[in-house]
Structures are given as C-alpha cells and as structure tokens.
C-alpha cells in the first residue's frame, strides 16, 4: 500500500512539473530595446492612418540616417515605452534635430516600425 502511495505521488508530482514546463513564458518587459529586432516583438494591431509618438531624442546621426528615441507607449503597435533606435527614410528629416529635443514623430507602417517617415521638435 505505501508503495502505491508512493508511486501515486511521484506521478501526481511529474505531472504537474511537466504541465509547467510546457507553459509559454511571456517576454520579458524591455526598457530599452534599441538591438532588439523588432519582429520578436508582439505581433503588431491593424492601425488605420499614421502611426506617432512622442519622444525625447536621445542621439542622432544626420549623415548616417538614424535617430535615438526615448519614446512613450505606442499602443498601435502593441509597444511599451523605451528607448530605441530608427532609421529616417529621408536622413534630410533629421536636419535640426538635436539631442534633448522633444519630438513627434511618425513610424512608415505596422510592418516597417523601424523606419521614421517624420521627426518634429514640440
């Protein structure tokens, strides 16, 4: 009989180990996801229209076409504040963007988040 309760138990304990080890764990929330590629993020919401935010500007390379972004959630998207950085689809949008500066700015697509179409100082 206390084998039996032995056994019982065993099972009862692999079960339940085995139940949690094949559970998804969500990803880890991120404050900074600037190396991280985009499309291991959650899956993107249809959104209708221009996708913006606000941020503050953190770095910027004029010549080589890329933006630093301290940004607030994006909830079209599905994105989390942090800080990231984009590359401008025109680099001649980034000319007068300073470091510091707070901006609105405009991502191309749900599909191409890492492309900004518009950076504005507030």
């Given at each position: 009989m206390k084998r039996k309760l032995i056994a019982l138990a065993a099972s009862g304990a692999l079960a339940v180990t085995a139940a949690a080890c094949s559970q998804e764990t969500a990803m880890p929330a991120k404050e900074d996801m600037g190396s991280m590629d985009m499309s291991e993020a959650a899956a993107p919401a249809a959104s209708a229209g221009p996708i913006r935010?606000?941020?503050?500007v953190t770095a910027v390379d004029a010549a080589a076409g890329t933006i630093s972004l301290?940004?607030?959630a994006i909830q079209a998207i599905n994105w989390p504040a942090m800080s990231m950085q984009f590359r401008a689809e025109d680099p001649a949008i980034l000319q007068g963007i300073a470091v510091g500066d707070h901006v609105t700015f405009e991502l191309k697509s749900t599909t191409e988040t890492g492309v900004?179409?518009?950076v504005q100082e507030q």
């Amino acid at each position: 009989m206390k084998r039996k309760l032995i056994a019982l138990a065993a099972s009862g304990a692999l079960a339940v180990t085995a139940a949690a080890c094949s559970q998804e764990t969500a990803m880890p929330a991120k404050e900074d996801m600037g190396s991280m590629d985009m499309s291991e993020a959650a899956a993107p919401a249809a959104s209708a229209g221009p996708i913006r935010s606000t941020g503050t500007v953190t770095a910027v390379d004029a010549a080589a076409g890329t933006i630093s972004l301290d940004h607030e959630a994006i909830q079209a998207i599905n994105w989390p504040a942090m800080s990231m950085q984009f590359r401008a689809e025109d680099p001649a949008i980034l000319q007068g963007i300073a470091v510091g500066d707070h901006v609105t700015f405009e991502l191309k697509s749900t599909t191409e988040t890492g492309v900004v179409t518009m950076v504005q100082e507030q």
